[in-house]
């Protein structure tokens, strides 16, 4: 059993020897390969080489081909940028919409040549090309909905908008929607094993406004997915994510990525057996500032805690990406912890 085939049975809750792993490696791989983050960023030959180095020295069970978080909203006009080379891309200048009159301008969606959507296919077409028959490949489809609509009007703008113009914030979803699942169905036919996208934003709105608002355009975009690729979809919302947990598992998400925030045991509880977890070390106060024992410890008490709650689709992985200058010996700890 290769790591691909590992992590296809640990998501389909069949018997596996080991618990499979996949820290979320971004802009560590450019570490790795001794580029900088403008480069990784930029040009898909260096992007790809960096996943490819990064799984040559390391070799954990699944790789993340992933720029940043601001992919989609560049293709749908965004300006983005950085202010220097080791820093990864953010919104530059004024938000791209202000007013529902702005949703007029965004194009349809098309990633074979808008903003950096082409470069991407490029790069996991490259990893799929040397890895796709022996490790599991994520894709990152950038954004779920209203974390990209947060990126398009600004989060502090969508924030009030929520309150005082939900119409608005619905219809800006709705053009969100529309890229989202073009993209990621660029990146299942290029090759990817899981489709994987962020939200974020969606966990700092309460309970209430995310059961409204955001968890059904997450429901929308996952189940056209699922029939379009029939792919699995995971869904990442950093932080505290505990009291949107039990909504977050209706998504119809096949995994949830959690952080070091959440409890493992209680959402082991929580979400049923029938979702995959995926986490939750602490990726700054353990994996980049811990000592490699500590990181081993972690490692295994996070397995140990899957085990005990008889959640078989657990990966163990940090919670959230991995700080370039983690130590090697931290991550070789996590990844041998077994």
């Known amino acids: 059993m290769n790591p691909r ?21 971004v802009h560590f791989c450019a570490g790795v390969a001794g580029f900088t983050v403008r480069q990784y960023t930029t040009q898909a030959r260096l992007l790809a080489e960096s996943v490819l180095r990064y799984h040559d020295r390391f070799k954990p069970d699944a790789v993340w081909v992933s720029a940043d978080t601001w992919v ?15 820093q990864p891309f953010g919104g530059l200048g004024a938000p791209l919409v202000r007013t529902a009159r702005d949703l007029d301008r965004i194009p349809a969606p098309d990633p074979s040549c808008q903003g950096r959507y082409p470069l991407m296919l490029e790069a996991l077409a490259r990893v799929v090309a040397q890895l796709g028959q022996e490790a599991f490949i994520v894709a990152c489809f950038d954004q779920f909905p209203f974390s990209l609509a947060a990126a398009l009007a600004g989060i502090n703008e969508l924030m009030v908008k929520v309150l005082d113009d939900p119409p608005f914030v619905v219809a800006l979803m709705e053009r969100c929607l529309e890229y989202g699942v073009s993209y990621a169905r660029a990146l299942s036919g290029a ?15 309460g309970p209430r406004a995310y059961r ?13 997915l699922k029939t379009a690729t029939r792919k ?9 994510a505990m009291p ?3 909504g977050m598992a209706c998504s119809g998400a096949d995994v949830l990525e959690i952080d070091h925030c959440v409890d493992l045991g209680h959402a082991c ?3 049923g057996s029938g979702v995959g977890l995926w986490g939750n070390l602490d990726p700054v106060g353990l994996l980049a500032r811990g000592s490699a024992s500590e990181v081993r410890h972690a490692a295994r008490r996070a397995v140990a805690t899957a085990r005990a709650c008889g959640h078989t689709r657990f990966v163990l992985s940090s919670g959230c990406a991995l700080a ?9 700890a996590l990844l041998r912890c077994e």
């Open 269 to 271: 509880r929580i979400v």
């Open 191 to 205: 090759g990817a094993d899981l489709l994987s996208g962020g939200d974020a934003p969606a966990g700092l709105v």
């Open 324 to 332: 370039m200058r983690t130590p090697q010996e931290n991550l070789e």
């Open 244 to 246: 949107i947990l039990a």
């Open 72 to 86: 989609s909203a560049q293709a749908m006009g965004a300006r983005v940028g950085a202010l220097d080379d080791e």
């Open 5 to 25: 085939d590992l992590l296809h049975r640990t998501l389909s809750g069949q018997s596996v020897p080991r618990t499979p792993n996949g820290p979320l490696a």
């Open 212 to 224: 409204e608002l955001a968890l059904p355009f997450e429901k929308r975009l996952i189940a056209q």
């Open 232 to 240: 699995p979809v995971s869904l990442h919302i950093c932080g505290r």
